[in-house]
């Protein structure tokens, strides 16, 4: 069974290099065609210029670690708003009908029609910009955890119960456990809910960040850099959702180890 799934994996990858392989030929000839000048689609050694250029001047890193930090701020608060709310929906059940109503009118509220407002109401600081990562990673970190917090076997809470378990010891000892891999697909998601915001939280005046560099470059008619501003974020969202994934994978493996035992 592990052969079988790692050689899965293997083809899984060379599909993977072969349609990244394609892409690059397809882009080429596009840009060669002549139908659009460098200016709007550029040629792939064009942007692998731009890119190299701006991670031998340490730009490109500087920019990472600016937009990480934002990130890593706004999905932290997300993730404990979403913690809140799932415990106290669990806990309270008749709390979950005084704000349920306002959490899904603003779920459908796109955060960036909202810059406007933050922007008068908290100026063109950092709040800000982690308002907007807050509000586009929040919503489904607190579904998935919900989600968990009520999926809790009922057989389990009974058992609690029968040794007189208190509301708050049945949480920590069985709810939560059983929530974790939920808890951990939620993260997920809004981490890369966190990473597609951070051009819309980074158009707040920003002077740093690869929302920055999108923007500026866009205004300089840099395509090539707008490019490796994009591949940079996509890449290092990647790295992240991949990082989680197999968080899950090992959460979801020990689960299973101490069920079967």
Not at 87 to 105: D, R, S, W
Request: charged residues 15%.
């Amino acid at each position: 069974m592990a052969e079988k799934e790692k050689s899965g994996g293997i083809r899984r990858g060379w599909k993977t290099i072969w349609g990244m392989v394609i892409l690059l030929i397809v882009w080429q000839m596009a840009a060669g065609s002549g139908i659009w000048s460098a200016y709007v689609l550029p040629p792939p050694a064009k942007v692998a210029r731009a890119l190299t250029k701006l991670v031998e001047s340490g730009v490109l890193f500087c920019h990472i670690l600016v937009s990480g930090r934002r990130v890593l701020t706004g999905f932290s608060i997300a993730f404990a708003l979403a913690m809140a709310g799932g415990i106290l929906a669990t806990q309270v059940h008749t709390a979950e009908e005084y704000y349920g109503g306002l959490l899904e009118f603003m779920r459908n509220v796109p955060p960036i029609s909202l810059i406007a407002l933050l922007i008068l109401w908290f100026g063109i600081g950092e709040i800000s910009k982690i308002i907007i990562i807050v509000l586009a990673s929040f919503f489904p970190m607190y579904l998935n955890i919900r989600k968990g917090f009520f999926s809790a076997s009922i057989r389990l809470l009974e058992v609690g119960d029968v040794f007189r378990l208190t509301r708050w010891q049945k949480f920590c000892r069985i709810v939560l456990p059983s929530a974790v891999p939920d808890i951990l697909v939620g993260m997920r998601i809004g981490l890369g809910y966190s990473w597609r915001a951070i051009i819309g939280a980074e158009m707040i005046a920003a002077s740093n960040g690869l929302g920055y560099l999108i923007l500026d470059a866009q205004q300089m008619s840099r395509s090539d850099k707008v490019i490796v501003g994009i591949l940079t974020i996509g890449t290092v969202g990647i790295l992240c959702d991949k990082i989680f994934s197999l968080l899950i994978g090992r959460v979801a493996g020990v689960r299973g180890a101490g069920g079967v035992g």
